[in-house]
């Protein structure tokens, strides 16, 4: 599986009796420890073990918590507190795992961004990125069916919410299926915990084979050139889990210290207030990381041709996920990493921004005036309003994919590329530009 | 000029989303109060929380339940520090319901695994309803789920009854006005007076302010029973995990000291 021929001779007759049996041994060496891994590749690289490292993490303290929650709509909000309360570091816990699943998702969006600015997704890694969009819809599902397990005011609302957009596009018999009734209610409570502990594991599946065809087809690097032979490549072990021992390290600096002193910051105050079917709340936000696709949801405010706002709202939102599958076909330039593509760089960044605010403003309340011309014949102010400005950050959002993405891979001059990895880096080294020359790229590696 | 445009999108990225101000139907912004229990280090004054408590035990119990709460939870570390017997005693003040042998309805001295819900019979929620038109809210969670939580309590309780009612807003039957509150009508008559209160710590000011601070700190408390262990355990894991994120540095560069990346 691991890029490259294998590297193992098994030291013994035992381990040749074994190897020729199940190659497990072969396995672990050649995609542990020798898998020939960029050596140029820089800290947004470390993402994908971070993110291995928060699945781990979200799957352990949520096994635990599990032992002690209770999955009925009349003692699911006192069992959490139960846990807060009275279980063994049981605040411990359900911080860590509250808190883990933000962190997983900045973990995810820097890895995706990562990919994109690097063109990730381009030939021969378009399956990998492909494996990568699943993994990211599996997360949103398994994140917002966590949402509504304590079953306080947003978990409850957000179920009905959300649960309603899937029945303005599949129809009111499919939503009574999914709620086990009629209404958001205890069998509906019931199957989103058995599907909230089913999910996670059908990412680590899916993350297995991601890794599988990451390992098939080897990393992509910051100067999207591949590897020309070893001098461009270190071995995993120990020059990249060095690295990652660091990285894990810092993120979880970070995070302890928004468990241990700002443990409520990435969620809204009615997750404290018991859920309640006859008090609708003023106002629902979904969790920040599903901000941006709630925005774009709430953007379509007017109807297209024969389909009506509320269906064109989730298209658009089920649209600006769908979009990502297809990317690597998007995009149509021969070169992968923005370094060397100067105006992809910018669309990217303006991308980046664009995401962030729609982000933002998929948390505000609904029709807030952002600059207010006018007062409205009801005496409300009138002007440029968080729906609005939605609508411009969907509108890039998209044009960045379907009109940006074709284009500037016909249109962009691209800077030149170095000949190879090694001598990008000695390039770089002496002080910039790629003039390296050209016998130098085969020196550094005689003391790896 | 590339690295502030990285700069200035990351930090769109990372602060924009969470900045996210809930404005909507919201009350005056409360006014700002400093709690021992504040900042990295933070942690409760424990006369404070006893103090508190006392307001709680005399004013709001007699509408507002605390159901998460039990007796044994007031000798809890971290928490009053009542001892044993005290909050025994606390406990054998309260009247129980439950059935006597004859399966008639009766009452029963508290015991320390007895909750704070005072108004757990059907006829004490009736009288509560009829009184204010709904049954007043468990107050376990108050500081917690509502914004600027025990800032929002203090506030709620002791400068939101001072001003009359702008012209123009009109109060229900049965309404009290309240500049705090969302919306500015709640059902709750103005809770506190200077003096109510008798404290037993003569230098603490016996005022509405004062009782509403004491109050807000216990209620948080309530809400957070475990936030010195958090704040402490805390330190440790970050300081540890600093050296351990030193080693691994010099570790990696020590690995990679002879390659050029």
Partial sequence: MASGPSTYTPSNGLMRWLDARLPIVRFANDNL??????????YSYTFGAILLYCLVIQIVTGIVLAMHFVPNAALAFNSVEYIMR??????????IHMNGASFFFIAVYVHILRGLYYGSYKDPREVLWILGVIIFLLMMATGFLGYTLPWSQMSLWGANVITNLLGALLGTDFTQWLWGGFSVDNPTLQRFFSLHYLLPFVILGVSVLHIWALHHVGNSNPTGIDPKGPQDTVPLMPYYTAKYFFVITVFTIFFAFVVFYAPNLFGHVDHY?????????AHIAPEWYLGAFYAMLRAMDFNFLFIDSKLLGVLTMLGAIGILFIVPWLDTSKVRSANYRPVYWWCFWIFVADYAMLSWAGLQPAGVILLQTGVGADGAPTGFSITHLSQIGTAYYFAFFIIIMPLLGLFETPRALPESIAQAVLGKKRGGGAAAPAGAAAAPESRV | MRKIIIAAALTLGTVLPFGAAQASTAGAEPPHVDFSFDGLFGTFDRNQLKRGFQVYKEVCSSCHSLKLLAYRNLKDPGGPEFTEDEAKALAAEAQIPTLDDAGEPTTRKGTLA?????QTTPQEHATLKGAYGSIPPDLSLMAKGREHGPVYIHALISVGYEHEAPEGVTIPAGGNYNSIFPGGVIAMPKPLSDGQVAYAEKEIPQTVDQYAKDVSAFLMWVAEPKLEARHRLGFGVILFLGIMGVLFFLSYRRVWRNVDH
Avoid: Q
């Fill in chain 1, 33 to 42: 420890l020798t898998f020939p891994t960029p050596k140029n590749l820089n």
């Fill in chain 1, 86 to 95: 009275d279980v063994n570091y049981g605040w411990l816990l359900r911080y």
């Fill in chain 1, 273 to 281: 207030v018991e859920g309640n079917p006859l008090k609708t709340p």
């Fill in chain 2, 114 to 118: 007895d909750h704070f819900a005072y």
